[in-house]
Nanobody, 127 residues
Framework: QVQLVESGGGLVQTGGSLRLSCAAS????????MGWFRQAPGKEREFVAT????????KYADSVEGRFTISRDNNKNTVYLEMNSLKPEDTGVYYC????????????????????WGQGTQVTVSS
């Protein structure tokens, strides 16, 4: 059974930092891009960041560019999201996801291109 399990969420003040982790089990995702998405109350799930299967290419939403860093450790089947300079508008449930296509040449920011999803971890940034 394939599982993606996020951890590391919590409550932090504006300007603070958090590091999210997503551990995959049930299969290896070393050949698949991994992404992070988030969903605020009453809003649609939106793209945050993604990293190519090789780790050599990343893409970020404009709203987090320069503040967030995505990385992966294929030996541990784990992807990370380092979040710095957090703002109240970063509040939401953060989900990790695995691409549906192996070795996709160009990383995708489209949630429909991701097949496996975690259950999410709550991030709350207080003002």
């Amino acid at each position: 059974q394939v599982q993606l399990v996020e951890s590391g969420g919590g409550l932090v003040q504006t300007g603070g930092s958090l590091r999210l982790s997503c551990a995959a089990s049930g299969r290896t995702f070393s050949g698949y891009a991994m992404g992070w998405f988030r969903q605020a109350p009453g809003k649609e799930r939106e793209f945050v960041a993604t990293i190519k299967w090789s780790g050599r290419s990343t893409k970020y939403a404009d709203s987090v560019e320069g503040r967030f860093t995505i990385s992966r450790d294929n030996n541990k089947n784990t992807v990370y999201l380092e979040m710095n300079s957090l703002k109240p508008e970063d509040t939401g449930v953060y989900y990790c996801a695995a691409d549906s296509l192996a070795f996709r040449p160009i990383v995708s920011a489209t949630k429909e291109d991701y097949h496996y999803w975690g259950q999410g971890t709550q991030v709350t940034v207080s003002s």
